[in-house]
């Protein structure tokens, strides 16, 4: 579903090496090998997305705005330690020393200044994007022997989300429960996510997302539960006034953005229910026109609401279509969190329990 306009990236991007702890930028175009084990086998090659903003402060100084981000971060550390090996585990990075990487010596770097200040001047949206890359030459399959994180950033001006059409795709599993392998951020969850969305787009040409069901496939279809759209979370909106949060799991990724929007949504007065929801409840619900609508939640786009959901069954007939009240109190609070949530980067906004800003002079 991700689209954006006014994309520019930074010019430099950063690389630390996990054993020997040494730091390096390089041009932003700076390759990988070839014949890297991350990109034939996706040995060691997990990622994070992390929002972030830039402002000066009443001094003067440009400040770096991050929310809730200590959660990207020891999300990204169990990605990292889950790629290596067992006897590796010395060489994954506490939270801590991440944030000493990408504050103190990547955007710090005098290299990084213009494009941060030119961010502040637009007050334009940034994404940090970290990533993970063996960085020696082989064609073994083994674990990674020089693992590295790498960064790069960028800023835009707009995320296109709304309005978007999604499929629900009944024969496509994401992850397997078994492996543990769907609550972390791997590039070996993403082809499955991209796959569904062609799968989406035979049912319905201008699809943009698909939603996914457990991965047990040897139930009854309306027995399945639902998990989460094919690159972001889902919060559900009904007309008795709540809002449904699909709990964690083994088949989810925990989300950093959702867990904001929950806290604001409660700030609003809004009451949010976490909760597992079966699919044949939610074919009941739409079809009794229960269901104001569905959310998309993720980190590029913070929250946007879908336009037309198709109900599928296994066969590919459809069983119900939703569209939005777009009339209703809580389809209107939802697009006032969405406000909310990004405000709170800009210091706009009271922020709520349980959320942390984590602000540095650069």
């Not at 006014?6 to 040494?22: I, P």
């Not at 925990?254 to 939610?282: F, H, N």
């Not at 009240?325 to 939802?334: C, E």
């Not at 980067?345 to 540095?360: A, I, V």
Request: with cysteine; proline share 4%; hydrophobic share 40%.
């Amino acid at each position: 579903m991700a689209g954006f306009e006014g994309v520019k990236w930074a010019s430099r991007q950063m690389r630390y090496l996990l054993d020997g702890k040494s730091f390096d930028l390089f041009d932003a175009d700076d390759r990988v090998y070839a014949v890297s084990r991350s990109i034939h086998y996706a040995q060691f090659l997990c990622f994070e997305g992390i929002r972030f903003f830039c402002k000066k402060n009443s001094r003067g100084h440009l400040e770096v705005i991050f929310l809730n981000w200590n959660l990207n971060l020891e999300r990204f550390q169990r990605g990292i330690a889950f790629c290596l090996a067992e006897r590796q585990q010395h060489l994954v990075p506490s939270p801590e020393e991440m944030e000493h990487i990408f504050i103190r010596q990547y955007f710090k770097d005098p290299s990084m200044r213009d494009f941060l200040e030119e961010m502040t001047e637009l007050g334009a949206q940034g994404y940090l994007r970290p990533f993970t890359v063996d960085e020696e030459q082989s064609i073994g399959v083994t674990f990674a022997t020089q693992p590295s994180i790498r960064a790069v950033a960028c800023r835009y001006d707009r995320y296109l989300g709304e309005p978007f059409s999604g499929v629900v795709v009944p024969n496509l599993v994401r992850a397997v429960e078994a492996n543990n392998t769907g609550c972390l951020k791997l590039g070996i969850n993403y082809l499955m996510s991209v796959k569904a969305i062609d799968e989406a787009k035979k049912i319905l040409p201008d699809a943009a997302s698909a939603l996914f069901l457990d991965d047990r496939v040897d139930k009854k279809l309306t027995d399945r539960v639902i998990t989460e759209w094919d690159s972001s979370c889902c919060l559900f909106a009904f007309r008795d006034g709540a809002v449904v949060k699909i709990p964690e799991n083994p088949l989810i990724l925990p989300s950093v953005t959702i867990q904001g929007l929950v806290a604001i949504l409660k700030e609003m007065g809004t009451p949010v229910r976490e909760r597992d929801m079966k699919y044949g409840e939610l074919i009941e619900r739409v079809q009794a026109d229960e269901l104001v609508c569905v959310c998309s939640v993720g980190t590029a786009g913070i929250m946007n609401r879908c336009a037309k959901l198709m109900l599928m069954d296994e066969i590919g007939e459809a069983l119900a279509m939703h569209t939005p009240d777009k009339d209703h109190g809580l389809y209107l609070i939802l697009g006032e969190a969405k406000d909310y949530y990004w405000n709170i980067y800009k210091e706009k906004t009271k922020l709520p329990d349980g959320m942390r800003l984590n602000k540095y002079v650069i």
